[in-house]
């Protein structure tokens, strides 16, 4: 009886180790595997700040490509950071294949607005993060002024998310400007007039009197008449022909 329970314990022993021999030899032999392809995976269904050849370029790692490199050498981790330092990316996801194979996984930032000030211009997205603009790429969101420092960038963010959530708004408001005393003008795409907004204040309520304006105008085709369409008085819109 001992000794099959020894034949068993050797056996078990044999084979773990062999087991173990195996995943090592195994292991070691994928390390050495030389990463003979670059698979960058963008979200270009949404912008195109970046191509392939560009974040191919952020891809170094010992001052050269990590192409023809072995795996062993390749620190993923370092190499994902370095990916997003880059302004335009704002997820980066990297991996190795067993066949050689390094996988780039890259979400771009989405632009919501562009701002432009007295010296600079620039977009951002909705984590407030400035984006730089791209030779590559003109994003189609609505041009903001009048912003003078990121107090005002937070308010108007309150904006551009109704605006960015609503479709219609989406297509219609092409800009935003932020007079001195905080209230808001709207320039728009279907004619030449403005949308005097007012202050943030009840939002939802002026952008609803502001689609129920819109349903009368623009059935009966008398849009084109106005100057301005005011929204920021209380229960009311008042339309300057």
Do not use: C, W
């Not at 984590?127 to 791209?134: F, H, M, Q």
């Not at 309150?158 to 932020?178: A, M, N, P, S, Y």
Request: proline share 2%; net charge positive.
């Amino acid at each position: 009886m001992k000794l099959k329970q020894t034949i068993k314990f050797i056996l078990l022993l044999i084979l773990l180790v062999s087991m173990g021999f195996l995943y090592g030899f195994s292991n070691n032999r994928n390390a050495q595997k030389i990463i003979n392809e670059i698979d960058v995976q963008l979200d270009i269904n949404k912008s195109f700040f970046l191509t392939e050849s560009m974040v191919n370029k952020l891809l170094i790692q010992n001052n050269e490509g990590v192409e023809k490199q072995t795996k062993s050498v390749i620190d993923l981790y370092k190499l994902e950071e370095q990916v997003l330092k880059h302004p335009y990316i704002e997820k980066a996801s990297l991996f190795m294949t067993i066949d050689g194979k390094l996988i780039a996984s890259i979400k771009q930032r989405q632009p919501i607005a562009r701002i432009m000030t007295n010296n600079t211009s620039y977009y951002i997205d909705l984590e407030l993060v400035k984006v730089p603009l791209s030779q590559n790429y003109s994003a189609r969101v609505p041009l903001i002024t009048g912003v003078q420092d990121d107090e005002d960038l937070q308010k108007v963010i309150e904006l551009l998310i109704k605006i960015t959530d609503d479709v219609f708004l989406q297509k219609e408001i092409i800009g935003i400007h932020l007079k001195p005393n905080k209230e808001y003008i709207m320039s728009v795409r279907s004619g030449n007039y403005k949308i005097e907004f007012g202050k943030l204040t009840d939002i939802d309520g002026k952008i609803k009197k502001l689609k129920a304006f819109y349903n009368k105008v623009f059935l009966d085709s008398t849009i084109y008449k106005y100057k301005t369409i005011n929204i920021k008085y209380h229960n009311q819109v008042v339309g300057v022909k």
